[in-house]
């Protein structure tokens, strides 16, 4: 039999998330049977919504997530032993599996990709900055895009997109370090949010107006955004970070009426909701990211063990880039 190691969610995260939240526990996996398949975690990949979906878990479940492992013994002829594979395990150093479970062989992955990138540039962020640009914010030449939290996995894609669309980017980021990182990709201007008069900046980058919005942040800073929208701009929701760990509704500033006299299209996101069209997003971030269009940062804790800390840093932002923990 095999040990594995896990972390359970012990209390629903009140404020911002702590250590005693998580338990780490061991237990002891059975043999497998007939069509299951035993991995063993190369990377996790910690994410903000993990912080909001907390309430689909019940307290004592495996912190949820997607991981990279390698099967190391089968009773599965699709999947078998030596084959790098892609699910939903969650924060665990060993699973069991079957082929039925949403499972991605990666071993069918683009030469040229690191496996890391399942996580990444081929993986959910990817997906999520693909369709979120393609298909809510349909980005023309020669507008202008603002995205937040730019440094970060989804962002940091958001704004290398909008470039190869013809867009003028403009990022914004938490620390001088992830400014220059938005420059190095690309982006036409990147600001420190916590530096500037946002009012002042938006002026002065976008003096024309603002035709598309990503916002990964929400919050007051959305609800400035919005004052310098063009006519029929376009907003993606597709996070809202500065919320997340409030124990008490944040009040800003209402502007219906900008959204109405401006004619604005303001709409969550979820990639899930793309799942069928996943294979379409998969191929297009291939192409960019080997013809060097496309980049995205890891950020890698080392050691299972280290995974909370990993976590709680999303909230603090330490990360550049894609975070990571190598199992």
């Known amino acids: 039999m095999v040990k594995s190691k896990k972390f359970i969610l012990v209390n629903y995260f009140d404020g911002f998330p702590k250590d005693s939240d998580i338990k780490l526990v061991e237990e002891e996996l059975p043999d497998i049977k007939d069509g299951e398949f035993l991995c063993e975690a190369i990377y996790l990949s910690v994410d903000p919504y993990v912080r909001t979906f907390q309430h689909r878990m019940n307290e004592g479940d495996t912190m949820i997530g997607r991981q990279i492992a390698k099967v190391i013994e089968s009773k599965n002829e699709d999947f078998p032993v030596g084959t790098n594979v892609l699910s939903m395990a969650g924060w665990q150093t060993h699973s069991i599996l079957t082929g039925n479970q949403g499972v991605v062989n990666l071993n069918k992955m683009a030469a040229g990709i690191p496996l890391c990138q399942a996580l990444g540039v081929v993986g959910m962020v990817g997906n999520t900055a693909y369709f979120g640009m393609l298909d809510i914010c349909q980005p023309k030449e020669g507008e202008t895009l603002v995205v937040n939290g730019a440094a970060g996995a989804v962002g940091s894609l958001v704004g290398q997109i909008g470039k190869i669309k013809g867009c003028k980017v403009i990022g914004f980021a938490g620390t001088d370090e992830k400014v220059n990182y938005l420059k190095t990709l690309g982006f036409d201007e990147a600001f420190n949010y916590k530096s500037i008069d946002l ?84 191929k297009q971030m291939s192409e960019w990211y080997l013809q060097g269009k496309l980049k995205l940062e890891t950020h890698i804790t080392e050691g299972f063990e280290n995974t909370p800390s990993a976590f709680f840093g999303l909230f603090s932002g330490a990360n550049i880039g894609k975070a990571l923990v190598k199992v």
């Open 199 to 282: 009012d002042e900046t938006l002026m002065k980058a976008a003096p024309n107006g603002i035709d598309v919005y990503f916002d990964n942040v929400g919050g007051m800073f959305s609800s400035t955004v919005i004052k310098y929208m063009n006519k029929y701009g376009r907003i993606c929701q597709c996070g809202a970070i500065s919320q997340y760990n409030a124990k008490e509704f944040v009040l800003v500033p209402c502007r219906d009426h900008i959204v109405v006299g401006q004619e604005l299209n303001i709409r969550g996101f979820i990639q899930a909701s793309y799942v069928k069209r996943h294979p379409e997003a998969f």
